[in-house]
Nanobody, 125 residues
Framework: QVQLVESGGGSVQAGGSLRLSCAAS????????MGWFRQASGKEREFVAE????????FYADSVKGRFTISRDNAKNMVYLQMNGLKPEDTAVYYC??????????????????WGQGTQVSVSS
């Protein structure tokens, strides 16, 4: 198993930036595909970004492409989400996720077994 703890959320004005961090503990971090999801109040949880085990491949939701960057440091057991150009519609609880093997397209909640507790991001206009 792997345990995930997010940090770095907060409140910013539109156009601002935040960097979310996710600390992983447990079994070998580099074996896990990592990602981020988010859930806005009253809405379903949605995919944000995914990064492969080595970090060589990354995939983003269209809504964040060009503004958000996912990265990982396997030596530190960390994954990050750099968020630039934040918009009010980015307001949500952001969750770090992990999975050993993903058989879907990486964008479904059901693709991931391991979830952090979430961190709130609020963007004001």
């Amino acid at each position: 198993q792997v345990q995930l703890v997010e940090s770095g959320g907060g409140s910013v004005q539109a156009g601002g930036s935040l960097r979310l961090s996710c600390a992983a503990s447990g079994r070998t971090f580099s074996n896990y595909i990592m990602g981020w999801f988010r859930q806005a109040s009253g809405k379903e949880r949605e995919f944000v970004a995914e990064i492969s085990r080595s970090g060589a491949n990354r995939f983003y939701a269209d809504s964040v492409k060009g503004r958000f960057t996912i990265s990982r440091d396997n030596a530190k057991n960390m994954v990050y989400l750099q968020m630039n150009g934040l918009k009010p519609e980015d307001t949500a609880v952001y969750y770090c996720v992990a999975e050993l093997y993903v058989y879907g397209d990486y964008t479904s909640v059901s693709d991931y077994d391991y979830w952090g507790q979430g961190t709130q991001v609020s963007v004001s206009s």
